[in-house]
């Protein structure tokens, strides 16, 4: 299994133009996350999804959108790009069971916005 | 609201022993992580509470104490290759809502 993949690896926007981060897995997780990593500020959840065709917010969605029309894949848009999307991306999945909470994270990627 | 703490950075000595404490205030709980995080890396799982009391696994244990918000994760034997950021996350309900706190970065100096 190649676990949860994100394309690209790094990055470089100006102000105003939009993007498509790519994220996918193939352990047919149901739960998907996308989360942004900054410096002192730990991850926080921009946006997740509990399964195809369900998407809901976290504590920071503005000015990204997400759609899950398949399992594997959940692809993380950046509508307008600003300075202060800056940051590291991280895609991540889990199992929908209880048994298990543990999350499963991609090997990032790294965006920044001039 | 939710507040996680943890220190923002530790030092120790590799083949010591070091307790990275974590404080939590959540709407809810519903189990606490630690995961591991090398520099310019992905975070990796190392552990999971959800009732009070002690987990060993290996060299890492993590302890929980709901009443008190409080849990720590304790290394042994510390080892060059733990110089790592830890996080420590709160799953505060059955949604998919981790909250994380700002994460530890362990330096183990020889």
Request: proline share 5%; with cysteine; hydrophobic share 30%.
């Amino acid at each position: 299994n190649a676990g949860v993949t994100q394309t690209p690896k790094f990055q470089v926007l100006k102000t105003g133009q939009s993007m498509t981060l790519q994220c996918a897995q193939d352990m047919n997780h149901e739960y998907m996350s996308w989360y942004r990593q900054d410096p002192g500020m730990g991850l926080r959840l921009i946006h997740y999804s509990v399964g195809a065709g369900i998407t809901d917010q976290g504590e920071v969605p503005n000015g990204y959108n997400v759609s899950r029309s398949t399992t594997e894949d959940f692809p993380l848009r950046l509508l307008s790009a600003a300075p202060s999307q800056t940051s590291v991306y991280f895609c991540a999945s889990r199992p929908g069971t209880a048994k298990t909470y543990e999350q499963y994270f991609g090997p990032g990627t790294r965006l920044t916005v001039t | 609201g939710q507040n996680i703490d943890q220190p923002t950075e530790m030092t120790a000595t590799e083949g010591a022993i070091v307790q990275i404490n974590c404080t939590y205030q959540t709407s809810g709980f519903n189990g606490l992580f630690w995961y591991q995080q090398h520099a310019g890396e992905a975070p990796t799982f190392l552990s999971y509470n959800v009732l009070d009391g002690l987990e060993e696994k290996g060299r890492f244990s993590s302890f929980l104490s709901r009443s008190k918000g409080y849990s720590y994760l304790l290394l042994k034997e510390l080892q060059m290759k733990d110089s790592a950021s830890y996080l420590c996350a709160v799953h505060p309900n059955y949604g998919q809502n981790f909250v994380f706190g700002p994460g530890t970065r362990l330096s183990v100096l020889p």
